[in-house]
């Protein structure tokens, strides 16, 4: 049991493994927050809820003492005194927007109710909260999953108009909650294509931090998470609060230190270019959040975020399985191949293990550049002579399963599709369409644009023996119009893209159980825990520099487990940074997610040939710390000449570390990291040192990091338990 409800003081606690969050019924009706952070009692804590009002500021007509601005919300609404950011912000069709929930009722369900048409966590015991509206016929729905063995908890709002007029909802968010204490930094994320997942460590500030995205997709430019650190927690120590939406569309997320030195964190669906209409009955579902708790600084809020999303939200059925280690076209054909030239780079990786070949753009209609071809998803015959089959059975006979690429959401004004339908592409009349890559996107809020779709790539699946997919989405959503959909519904456009976006997963995915589905947009712009629901794997980035990596994977890291983080071994001089690059080194920080090739293994040397298939069979051995294993991030090339990460096995008998020196520099300082997570009375074999030592000595006398000569080198030490 992981809820409990304290009738007689009106408390709910839920519970995780090392996490309390309690919140009670306040005298006014209203939800009251009382304590988020490690482990208590269950006594009553409505001792430490806030003060009262204090001069000026505006009280309760019926209750003196009762002021919204002093009171720590659940679920803080708009108009009636609380002057900080509101969760949801309602309007009637008379123009009024005040609103003041109070509790009706509560569920406690062991068996989770997942959200209509969103992603969201599997499974969990779940906490209902009803609260109404005190004047309008307007109902808000808490959902909290909190599991016992886990410090996660996720939070999601259902908003319902039980009136009978329409109601429009000008902000849903999908929680809120407020941290009585001001200590705090703030992590986000940032970047841009081929950089994504930078972070920004900032003081919090008065006022409101915020982050978010328009692009239709969560975006290169940020990513829908925020951490809060409280005094001066760093990757091993100290007090972390990690919020993470389960969402791949426009987002926004905010952070607001009052002047009561509270912090209130909320965020969902996007409240800029958004409005909800609800007619009579119907339901608004938010998407999830996932908010996490850990007193172990970084590293300890990235394990609850990994272990959650391994148990929890990525498809049980892959979650824990082999990745395949693939090779992939992009990078080392682009657009310009035929039979001949696949075969070669088959026959180039043929018998080093690699398992799989992916035919990435410019198989199908007239694709033969980004120009034209995208939404026709019809073999190119000129190029492959006999069709895909020929490609498919060549691989098949050098041991190898076939992957294929897709852009299903897309469509080229050069191709059949877009001559045939030029309504199915956005648009807003009156205005000449941007072109991003020479594309347009799909109007996903049409259920027979979605239709097409499903139908065009199933076909392809269904008649072609393919085990792989790979998604992409090459532009980003601007002209967020609908020509069906009515005037005082256009606002939901956004929000209506995605939800068909999940649509098409779900009938796509759920449709070839047996494909493995990748997802990708110019890199990492849709990398979030809701593309994680479908899809076990997701390109990180377009740069596949290794010295980037250690940054973009880093970054994402904080939220996202290593499994989902595709990283490739690609060609040098590197195609996007232009840097030149051991390939060992490339090799070894592309082991640290699911690991692949992407380069033409007919024009390497010799030598690197015969590499791979020593990096393939050094995954192997690897791959199931990838997979399983708890992250420590040792050491950044944010802030260091010095990349360090380690792997280490849930049992702690088996433990990887491995670093990268961006440039030798003479006369350095001595380096030596800190290992974590090992069993201190352990005694573990250093393979590389040939050295046995405690675990203990490791962790706090440390490795002192040594490379091979020249930029970039890297190097990894494997510990064993002997
Ligand atoms: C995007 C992807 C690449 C590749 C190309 C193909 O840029 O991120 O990996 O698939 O599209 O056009």
């Given at each position: 049991m992981a809820i409990f409800f304290d009738a007689q003081n009106k408390i709910f606690y839920l519970e995780g493994k090392n996490t309390t969050y309690a919140f009670g019924i306040h005298a006014c009706g209203c939800l009251q927050h009382l304590y988020y952070g490690k482990k208590v009692g269950r006594d009553d804590l409505h001792y430490i809820a806030a003060d009262g009002p204090s001069a000026f500021t505006l009280r309760s007509p019926e209750d003196k003492k009762t002021s919204y601005q002093h009171i720590w919300a659940e679920a803080p609404a708009y108009g009636r005194g609380d002057f900080r950011e509101p969760m949801y912000a309602i309007r009637d069709e008379k123009g009024d927007r005040l609103s003041e929930l109070v509790y009706v009722r509560h569920e406690i369900l062991s068996e989770k109710p997942m959200p209509a048409g969103l992603p969201a966590l599997r499974e969990g015991e779940t906490l209902v909260v009803e609260l109404a509206d005190k004047v309008h016929p307007f109902t808000v729905r808490l959902y909290y999953t909190v599991y016992d063995d886990l410090d996660a908890i996720a939070r999601r709002v259902e908003y319902i108009n039980n009136g009978e007029s329409a109601m429009f909802l000008d902000r849903a968010f999908s929680f809120s909650v407020d941290l009585p204490r001001s200590d705090f930094d703030v992590i986000t994320p940032y970047g841009a294509w081929a950089k994504e997942f930078q972070l920004d460590r900032t003081p919090i500030r008065h006022g409101v931090t915020e982050i978010g995205s328009k692009y239709g997709a969560t975006s290169a430019t940020t990513n829908p998470f925020l951490i809060l650190a409280a005094d001066g927690a760093d990757e091993h120590r100290g007090e972390v609060y990690g919020f993470n939406l389960i969402f791949s569309g426009s987002f926004a997320m905010k952070a607001e230190l009052s002047m009561m030195g509270t912090v209130r964190v909320l965020g969902g669906a996007p409240d800029?270019?958004?409005?909800?209409?609800?007619?009579?009955?119907?339901?608004?579902?938010?998407?999830?959040?996932?908010?996490?708790?850990?007193?172990?600084?970084?590293?300890?809020?990235?394990?609850?975020?990994?272990?959650?999303?391994?148990?929890?939200?990525?498809?049980?059925?892959?979650?824990?399985?082999?990745?395949?280690?693939?090779?992939?076209?992009?990078?080392?054909?682009?657009?310009?191949?035929?039979?001949?030239?696949?075969?070669?780079?088959?026959?180039?990786?043929?018998?080093?293990?690699?398992?799989?070949?992916?035919?990435?753009?410019?198989?199908?209609?007239?694709?033969?550049?980004?120009?034209?071809?995208?939404?026709?998803?019809?073999?190119?015959?000129?190029?492959?002579?006999?069709?895909?089959?020929?490609?498919?059975?060549?691989?098949?006979?050098?041991?190898?399963?076939?992957?294929?690429?897709?852009?299903?959401?897309?469509?080229?004004?050069?191709?059949?599709?877009?001559?045939?339908?030029?309504?199915?592409?956005?648009?807003?009349?009156?205005?000449?369409?941007?072109?991003?890559?020479?594309?347009?996107?799909?109007?996903?809020?049409?259920?027979?644009?979605r239709d097409y779709i499903v139908e065009a790539v199933s076909k392809v699946l269904r008649e072609n023996e393919i085990d792989y997919v790979k998604w992409d989405f090459n532009r980003s959503v601007a002209e967020n119009y609908s020509s069906h959909l009515p005037a005082d519904r256009q606002m939901e456009f956004q929000y209506r893209f995605a939800l068909g976006f999940f649509d098409l997963c779900e009938r796509l995915v759920n449709g070839f159980p047996h494909i493995f589905f990748e997802g990708c947009s110019s890199g990492g712009a849709r990398f979030d825990a809701g593309l994680m629901y479908y899809f076990p794997q997701i390109w990180t980035s377009d740069d596949t520099d290794a010295y980037m990596r250690t940054l973009i994977q880093y970054g994402a890291s904080m939220i996202y487990p290593l499994s989902v983080h595709s990283c490739h071994v690609s060609a040098c001089p590197n195609h996007q940074a232009k840097h030149t690059t051991p390939f060992a080194t490339r090799a070894d920080i592309a082991h640290l997610g699911a690991t692949g090739y992407e380069l033409d293994p007919a024009v390497i040397s010799e030598e690197e040939r015969a590499q791979i298939a020593e990096q393939v069979a050094a995954y192997h051995e690897m791959e199931d710390l990838v997979l399983e294993g708890d992250l420590y991030r040792l050491s950044s090339t944010a802030n260091s000449n010095f990349f360090a990460e380690e792997l280490v096995s849930k049992d702690k008998t088996k433990a990887l570390l491995t670093a990268m020196r961006a440039i030798p520099i003479v006369n350095d300082e001595i380096r030596t990291v800190y290992p974590k997570g090992l069993d201190e009375n352990m005694v573990y074999h250093i393979r590389e040192l040939n050295i046995d030592l405690h675990g203990s000595t490791i962790m706090n006398a440390g490795l002192k990091l040594r490379f091979p000569n020249g930029d970039y080198a890297s190097a990894v030490w494997h510990m064993e338990k002997v």
């Open positions: 800029f270019d958004f409005t909800w209409k609800l007619e009579k009955g119907e339901c608004f579902p938010s998407p999830e959040v996932v908010m996490v708790y850990s007193d172990e600084g970084l590293n300890g809020m990235s394990h609850q975020f990994h272990d959650t999303y391994r148990r929890h939200l990525i498809n049980p059925h892959y979650v824990h399985a082999k990745r395949p280690v693939l090779i992939n076209s992009w990078e080392g054909a682009y657009f310009n191949f035929d039979n001949e030239r696949l075969m070669r780079m088959i026959d180039g990786v043929k018998g080093t293990g690699v398992d799989m070949f992916v035919l990435d753009d410019g198989w199908f209609g007239a694709r033969n550049g980004d120009k034209a071809g995208l939404g026709d998803w019809v073999v190119n015959e000129e190029k492959l002579k006999g069709g895909l089959k020929t490609v498919i059975d060549y691989t098949h006979a050098a041991g190898m399963k076939f992957g294929l690429w897709f852009e299903p959401e897309m469509v080229n004004p050069d191709s059949d599709l877009y001559r045939a339908h030029p309504d199915y592409a956005i648009h807003c009349p009156g205005h000449d369409p941007m072109l991003g890559r020479n594309q347009l996107v799909l109007d996903l809020t049409r259920a027979d644009v």
